[in-house]
């Protein structure tokens, strides 16, 4: 078996629904850690702020909730992307093998 029957098309959506979750939960248990423990993940999560628009990072569960839907959106978007782009890469590369 070649390598060309190996290569195959990603489901999409699952693939956003993936990096959605692995995103959304890097963000909730890094903002968790930091309510349990001062200053635990500041910088990453000021990082986070200055992406998305009305996460402040401070200690809060409230600003915890807003950044992780945050994350799970931008994860799927980003997984989306990510997904079709492979799809169309291997289609194309499958096209001229």
């Known amino acids: 078996m070649g390598w060309e ?3 195959m ?5 699952a ?11 890097i ?3 890094v903002g968790l850690g930091n309510l349990a423990f001062s200053g635990y993940g500041s910088a990453f999560l ?5 992406i998305y628009p009305g996460y402040q990072a401070t200690p809060s569960i409230g600003d915890v909730l807003v ?6 959106l931008d994860g799927f978007i980003g997984g989306l992307i ?10 194309r590369v499958n096209q001229t093998s």
Do not use: D, M, Q, R
């Open 27 to 29: 963000v909730f248990l």
């Open 82 to 91: 990510a997904g079709w782009l492979y799809s169309l890469f291997v289609g």
């Open 67 to 72: 950044g992780t839907l945050y994350a799970l």
């Open 9 to 13: 098309k990603v489901n999409v959506k």
């Open 46 to 50: 000021e990082v986070v702020a200055s």
């Open 15 to 25: 693939l956003g629904f993936t990096i959605a979750l692995l995103w959304g939960g």
């Open 5 to 7: 029957e190996v290569i």
